[in-house]
Structures are given as structure tokens and as C-alpha cells.
């Protein structure tokens, strides 16, 4: 798959108005997901096309599915530790397995009988779903 571009404002006019959504590159294969990362991981990533080098998995990392939001949250690239912002591929059963062991952020009440309940589901969870509204 190769990432499909389209402009903005051909594209505002079919996104959902309300609710939340993920938005995202996909097929039924894989999705493509974003991270920014410092110089030395992402230079290496892109070069070898696997994480290593300075890379290490015991770090949260946030992934986004939309590229315009990463570069925002990234401060356009400008972050310090967050200067190179990659693409990334991942079979998509794999990212629905994450998506389906996350767990919210911030307590959400609709979700959880109590804070208690939540505080648990969170030590139990590596993955964290954080809804940006």
C-alpha cells in the first residue's frame, strides 16, 4: 500500500460530524499509523526499515492515525524528541488486537462502574486509548 494523499478540503466534506472516529489509511490488510521520534531512532527506522539502534521497547510510545495530527502534536516537527515523524505499516489485525486491549487515558464514567474499576483496567493494560477532542 502506498499512502494516498487528497486534499483537505476535498476530503473535510466526508468526515463524520459528530461522534467519535477513528481516521485513518487502510485496507484489510494493514493500516498505516504515525510516530515522531528524535533523530537518531527515526534515521534508523528509515534506513534499516526495522526499529533498532537506540530504540527501546520498555517506553511508552503514542501512535496516531492521522498524519496532519501528528505533525501538529509534534509541533511540526520541532519537538525536541519528536523531529522526525514516521509512517508506519501494521497488519491491521494486529493494530485491532491493540485497539481492542487499550484502555482509556482519563476515566470515562460511561465506561467503567467506578474510578476504582478504571485505575484497575489501567495496571492491567499495557495500551492506552486517548481520544483527541
Known sequence: MQLATEAYLTQVS????????????????S??????YRPE??????THNYFG????????????TNFLWMMYRSGWGTKIGQEVVLAIWIQRKAFDEILFAAVHSSFEPKLYSSRSEWEKALKRSQVRLQWED
Open 31 to 36: 493500516i498505516v499509523v504515525y510516530q515522531a
Open 53 to 64: 539502534g537506540e530504540f527501546k521497547l520498555d517506553r511508552m510510545s503514542w501512535i496516531k
Open 41 to 46: 531512532i527515526g534515521h534508523f527506522a528509515a
Open 14 to 29: 466526508r468526515l463524520p460530524q459528530i461522534g467519535r472516529h477513528i481516521l485513518a489509511q487502510y485496507d484489510d490488510h
